[in-house]
């Protein structure tokens, strides 16, 4: 994710570029008050005329020049937010479905919303900070080193020892981050759950217990705050404490020349000026610098989440599904998992066939249908398909040969032809078929916007059948040569499952993998073959 970031350097180089050209001009600018001064104090006045044009001029530039430092530094951040945020979510549907399912997703989720606001404010902003801090504090040794050159020195020593102690205290700050971070993902993990199951909460009146834990995971999380807060503001004194002793330090030297006479009263006003440019500076570089430290913790938690275990490289271009499915031999247990599911598979699947998989809860058919649908692969054994093995096939090839009718339906927050359609483009014609073979037609000719209709929430404002039947009519439309089916018709009325069911089996060009309990009589001769799964014995 660091790497990313150096695409956003034109923007950072910009944001600096004009933030170096105020911090100059704004120096320019002290130091002819420091000549007008001194030149006033000695009743100069022609002198006095020459420069206060072009004091005016220059202090007149300040003001766009402010204002385009404060443009493209927000700029540079925006770029840097939007370029890391779309590099995570693009990384993390890279990641084998398998592989996702692997975590709890609510560990996303905090990365996305915590961790990133984290990054925001420590790393991008932080980068800035330090990068503008230092500016403001090199400026300040110049305007210090016109009068006195040997505050360059002090200047320096005073770099040196606030730099020692943020790398040191950046270790006990990196694990609070971490263990933070940590406590936001069950924190998240545990709100995703609780609201999802909201109906059981109050069906079973768990209020208290809920509101009890909820206290608890909070408090836990606010109290590692406090104690980040806690250390920040130790460290923070530290460096005030040592920033300011080296201030008046710097202060006493300006005194003993003064009083000898080295410097003029302008001299005064400008070493007073550029200690100011050198302190707000050093304040924001001391808290920026342990935070920014810290990020690279935060970092590689996110990087950890996003790694794909399996490597495995596909080399096969599958375009077409020609001919067979054949499971030889084929055993399979979780990783995780001891428990052999399935064993001693022996199955062909021709094209355009129509299987029906029965069995008894817990047998292991949705399993055989995730290795149908490359989600895992066998323990032992092989699939091939049409002669290869589903190993070597690339997924998105694959993938784009099949469709899925689920048990758990997934809808977009969006209208039903997006929903159909997904997102892709087909005629009215096709979409009409599609949707009069899946039983949609009398719903959406009664709906006052008919396709146009939103639905919201993963269909809220639908009934479950009406979700079933708009994933029936997706999977349509698709026109797949593979369509594998877990449990489709649970939400649906028998009549209504009965047709779709027929409508299905009479569609010549598909291959189609049942995974139902929902068995009628006179649709079940219509299959090719009924495959029964047994319970393995563990
Ligand atoms: N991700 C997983 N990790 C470990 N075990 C799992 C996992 N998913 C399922 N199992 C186990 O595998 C076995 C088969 O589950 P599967 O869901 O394939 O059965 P099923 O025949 O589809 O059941 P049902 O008809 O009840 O849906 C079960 O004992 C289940 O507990």
Redesign the pocket.
């Known amino acids: 994710m660091v790497k990313k970031l150096v695409q956003v350097l034109p923007y950072f180089i910009l944001a600096m570029g004009f933030t170096i050209i105020t911090a100059i001009l704004d120096g320019q600018v002290s130091r002819k008050m420091m000549l007008i001064l001194d030149y006033a104090l000695k009743g100069d006045v022609n002198t006095l005329k020459a420069l206060t044009p072009v004091l005016l001029l220059n202090a007149s530039a300040l003001l766009p020049f402010g204002i385009t430092v404060a443009l493209t530094n927000n700029l540079y951040k925006k770029k840097a937010n939007v370029l890391l945020k779309k590099y995570y979510v693009t990384k993390v549907f890279h990641k084998d479905i398998a592989e996702f399912?692997k975590e709890n997703n609510a560990k996303y989720l905090s990365s996305m919303t915590n961790d990133f606001n984290t990054l925001e404010n420590n790393l991008i902003a932080g980068i800035y900070t330090v990068g503008n801090g230092t500016v403001s504090f090199l400026v300040g040794i110049w305007l210090i080193s016109t009068v006195n050159r040997s505050m360059i020195l002090l200047s320096l020593v005073i770099i040196a020892i606030n730099l020692l102690i943020s790398v040191t205290t950046a270790r006990p700050l990196k694990k609070a981050y971490k263990e933070r971070s940590d406590m936001f993902d069950g924190y998240t993990s545990y709100i995703k759950e609780v609201l999802s199951a909201f109906h059981i909460v109050k069906n079973y009146n768990l209020q208290d217990k809920v509101t009890d834990d909820y206290y608890k995971k909070s408090n836990e999380i606010q109290y590692k705050g406090f104690l980040i807060e806690r250390m920040i503001s130790f460290i923070n004194s530290t460096e005030n404490f040592v920033m300011n002793g080296s201030l008046y330090g710097v202060i006493c030297f300006i005194g003993y020349f003064a009083v000898k006479g080295d410097i003029t009263p302008g001299g005064v006003l400008l070493v007073v000026e550029g200690l100011g440019r050198m302190a707000w500076p050093l304040f924001e570089i001391s808290e920026s610098l342990p935070k920014l430290f810290t990020s690279g913790n935060l970092i590689k938690k996110m990087e950890d989440t996003l790694k794909n275990s399996n490597t495995h490289e596909e080399t096969v271009e599958l375009t077409e599904f020609k001919d067979t499915i054949e499971f030889q031999n084929v055993g399979f247990h979780?990783?995780?998992?001891d428990?052999v599911?399935l064993s001693d598979i022996n199955l062909e699947f021709k094209k355009n066939g129509k299987y029906l998989i029965v069995?008894?809860?817990?047998?292991?058919?949705?399993?055989?249908?995730?290795l149908f649908r490359k989600y895992f692969y066998p323990t032992w054994g092989d699939i091939l398909i049409d002669g290869y093995n589903m190993k070597e096939i690339k997924k998105e090839q694959y993938f784009s040969l099949v469709a899925n009718i689920e048990?758990q339906v997934f809808i977009f927050e969006d209208t039903i032809k997006n929903n159909i359609t997904l997102y892709k483009d087909y005629s009215e014609e096709e979409i009409n078929t599609a949707i009069t073979a899946s039983g949609l037609d009398g719903f959406i000719q009664n709906l006052p916007d008919g396709l146009n209709t939103v639905i919201y929430d993963n269909g809220r404002n639908i009934s479950g059948g009406e979700r079933s039947r708009i994933v029936i009519a997706r999977a349509l439309l698709n026109k797949a040569s593979i369509l594998f089916m877990?449990?489709a018709f649970a939400s649906l009325d028998m009549e209504r499952a009965r047709e779709i069911e027929n409508t299905i089996l009479n569609l010549k060009d598909i291959t189609v993998i049942n995974?139902s309990?929902v068995i009628f009589k006179d649709t079940k001769p219509k299959y090719d073959r009924v495959i029964t799964?047994k319970k393995t014995a563990y």
């Open positions: 399912q979780y990783e995780d998992d428990r599911i069995g008894p809860s817990g047998g292991g058919k949705s399993t055989l249908l995730k048990q877990d449990e995974v309990h799964v």
